[in-house]
């Protein structure tokens, strides 16, 4: 029996997250669940790509508060704000994604621990960052801050075969996923398109393709060339080298550790 293993959700794009025995999903995928982002004063997206000390910030979202702390660093919180006066930035291909800002004291804490000038702001309430109309199931198909899509979906399994293949191995912590499951084969989720979870079903849209991201210890930050360099030769793809993949939504609910995966289609 497939059976949910790990549920992973992450309160700031880039930075840690958080695991949870039970939490809701909706749309856009899970509650909270990069909803924030931290940004160049121009609104230019940021992650682990061209900061790795952003692994090491560890975000919590209890009661419209948001506490950040770091290493070597006094936490800080701040009350959250969704909604006011928005101001245009950029993720990817999303070009003026509305977004609030998170104010001065978040500018000053974040600033002074990645030494560069940054922001935090939240996606505007009701601000619709649609997914690729290529791989949507639906028009209206959004997400918040994740890269492409709602949801990232691992197994157990292939972390173990891709592990098995590495000299040194990695944690799943470097592929960020949000739903992490186990009792089937390695790469199962490849060959799935819908399954269902408790009451929540999941269209399963498009393969992985990983990034440096992936070559960052999240505790020492130290650059590898693996797991990349293995997953190239055995995981190729048109898109890259792939592992996990991206998952829709179709409707909301919610998931708790243990619940039966079933795969309809």
Excluded at 127 to 138: D, G, P, T, W
Excluded at 144 to 173: C, K
Excluded at 221 to 248: C, D, M, S, W
Aim: net charge negative; with cysteine.
């Amino acid at each position: 029996m497939i059976t949910l293993s790990s549920l992973i959700y992450y309160p700031i794009k880039a930075c840690r997250g958080h695991e949870v025995e039970a939490w809701n999903v909706g749309r856009m995928g899970l509650e909270r669940d990069r909803r924030m982002m931290i940004v160049t004063p121009d609104g230019e997206f940021l992650t682990q790509r061209q900061i790795a000390k952003l692994a090491l910030i560890t975000p919590v979202r209890k009661d419209g508060i948001l506490t950040l702390s770091a290493p070597n660093m006094d936490s800080i919180q701040i009350a959250i704000r969704t909604s006011g006066h928005s101001w245009s930035v950029n993720i990817w291909k999303s070009q003026g994604v509305q977004a609030i800002d998170q104010g001065e004291e978040a500018v000053e804490w974040l600033s002074d621990f990645l030494d560069t000038s940054v922001r935090l702001v939240h996606i505007a309430d009701g601000y619709k960052r649609l997914v690729s109309q290529e791989y949507a199931v639906n028009e209206d198909d959004h997400t918040g801050f994740a890269d492409g899509y709602p949801i990232l979906i691992i197994s157990e399994e292939s972390l173990q075969d891709l592990n098995s293949r590495l000299e040194t191995p990695v944690p799943m912590n470097r592929f960020r996923p949000s739903i992490v499951v186990k009792g089937c084969e390695a790469y199962a989720e490849d060959t799935w398109n819908r399954i269902q979870i408790g009451d929540v079903k999941l269209a399963i849209v498009k393969p992985c393709a990983r990034c440096e991201v992936t070559t960052i210890d999240k505790e020492t930050l130290e650059r590898r060339k693996e797991p990349l360099k293995t997953l190239g030769k055995y995981r190729k793809h048109a898109l890259g080298a792939i592992f996990g993949q991206n998952v829709i939504p179709l409707n909301g609910g919610r998931l708790e550790l243990g619940m039966s995966v079933e795969v309809i289609a």
